[in-house]
């Protein structure tokens, strides 16, 4: 699955020619033209990459942001803040209530795309090569290994490990499971989630191993050795 990306923009042209741009490059997107409506979106779909305007009508970015990062769900998301407002002190602002970028428009849509590239790489998002508490994974070769031995996985399996090393720790709902390892336009059950949650477990505990997959009551999985 392609990274997500949440544009939380009030301007509808230019949230639409950022979306018909940065799906062109291949990326997921969804659209929340207010504060509100981009904190639903976030805690519904758990984007991959927030692009974030300063000026939004109902809250100001800055403190969406500060919300985002003060979320244990969504600090790890990386922002990148869209605004006009281009002084060194405006910039200090919003890296300092932890925006990962800043981004003054107008901007050239190359230039947006490769910082949003940069950013995902920074997370892990779209690493090659992903790793946590012994268990390692290849993208590219599709090899997984834990300690050191190798590890079949059906590709269902594969996706939902993927997701879990791309953010170790972070309680997945079976919804945002479903939307980032089956996509966003496929029907499946959450039981489904459950099944192959299970298979995934029996997969890597093999030998006695400790089981690294947290279930939390009401809320969904973690990857998480210290669970």
Same mark, same amino acid.
């Given at each position: ?24 490059? @291949? ?5 929340? $033209? ?15 990459i927030?692009l ?16 985002? #990062?003060?979320?244990p769900?969504? &600090?790890?998301? $990386?922002?990148?803040?869209l605004? !006009?407002? @281009? ?14 970028d800043?981004?003054?428009? $107008?901007?050239?849509? &190359? ?15 779209g ?6 508490? @012994? ?8 090899? /997984?290994?834990?300690? @050191? ?6 590709p ?11 953010? $170790?720790?972070? /309680?997945?709902?079976? !919804?945002?499971?479903l ?6 336009d496929i ?5 489904? /989630? ?11 505990? #093999?030998?006695?191993?400790p089981d +690294? ?9 973690? +990857?998480d050795?210290?669970?």
């Open positions: 699955m392609k990274p997500l990306i949440l544009i939380i923009e009030d301007e509808q042209m230019q949230a639409q020619i950022l979306q018909y741009n940065l799906e062109a490059e @291949g990326y997921r997107v969804k659209h929340a $033209p207010t504060a509100d409506e981009g904190l639903l979106l976030i805690q519904e779909y758990s984007p991959d927030i974030l305007d300063w000026m939004l009508p109902d809250m100001s970015g800055i403190e969406v942001c500060r919300q985002i #990062k003060a979320n769900d969504s &600090k790890a998301i $990386p922002v990148i803040m605004t !006009a407002r @281009g002084t060194e002190d405006d910039k200090v602002r919003g890296l300092g209530v932890g925006a990962d800043y981004v003054v428009k $107008p901007h050239s849509i &190359k230039e947006l795309i490769a910082r949003i590239k940069a950013n995902l790489r920074k997370s892990g998002i690493n090659i090569e992903l790793s946590y508490a @012994g268990i390692t994974m290849n993208t590219e070769t599709y090899r /997984v290994s834990r300690g @050191g031995e190798n590890i079949k996985l059906g269902t399996e594969f996706r939902l490990l993927k997701t879990f090393l791309e953010r $170790p720790q972070k /309680v997945w709902s079976r !919804a945002q499971l939307d980032h390892v089956w996509g966003t029907y499946v059950d959450e039981r489904t /989630v459950d099944v192959h949650i299970g298979r995934l477990r029996k997969s890597l505990n #093999k030998d006695n191993k +690294l997959i947290r279930t939390i009551r009401s809320a969904g999985y973690a +990857l050795k210290d669970g």
